[in-house]
């Protein structure tokens, strides 16, 4: 006899913890998408610095940190920005060299087509305070 009021107690706890908790709340997941503010014109890369990026150029360059050739904005503040300078300074990226900042010479980048390097150098100059 006290077996089937245990087994009967047991039956209704287990009832009792399976009641369905009223889940279907209407959740009003109100979709108030927040109009995106800033349009991303400011945050658009210069297609040089994109270039730059798939380049070596990061292991011997750095904007505004020495590594081993000297900074972007170093190179910008030297140079006009001008046609000629452009010119000249992408030759040089594809060429290699040394002597301008040191003995430590610029790799050639033989691969690099012209108009790349002269992006490239677009990308440099615009640094120019
Ligand atoms: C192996 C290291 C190394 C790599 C890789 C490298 N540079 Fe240089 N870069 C230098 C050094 C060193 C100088 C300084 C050369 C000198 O004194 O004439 C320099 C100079 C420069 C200059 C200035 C040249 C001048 O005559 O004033 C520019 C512009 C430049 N690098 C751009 C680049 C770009 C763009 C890339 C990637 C395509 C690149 N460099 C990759 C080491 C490197």
Do not use: Q
Not at 70 to 87: G, L, V, W
Not at 105 to 112: G, R, V
Request: proline letters at 5%; aromatic letters at 4%; one cysteine or more.
């Amino acid at each position: 006899m006290k077996n089937t009021l245990f087994i009967l107690a047991c039956f209704i706890s287990v009832l009792a913890s399976c009641g369905s908790p009223e889940s279907s709340s209407t959740s009003t997941t109100a979709t108030t998408e927040s109009t995106p503010a800033a349009t991303s014109s400011s945050t658009e890369k210069h297609p040089g610095e994109r270039l730059i990026a798939t380049s070596d150029c990061i292991g011997c360059h750095n904007k505004v940190t020495k590594v081993i050739g000297p900074t972007y904005e170093e190179i910008a503040a030297k140079y006009a920005n001008d046609d000629a300078t452009i010119e000249k300074l992408a030759a040089k990226i594809i060429e290699g060299g040394k002597g301008v900042w040191g003995e430590v010479p610029m790799t050639p980048h033989a691969t690099l087509s012209k108009d790349d390097a002269k992006e490239m150098v677009r990308y440099i100059l615009s640094l120019k305070k």
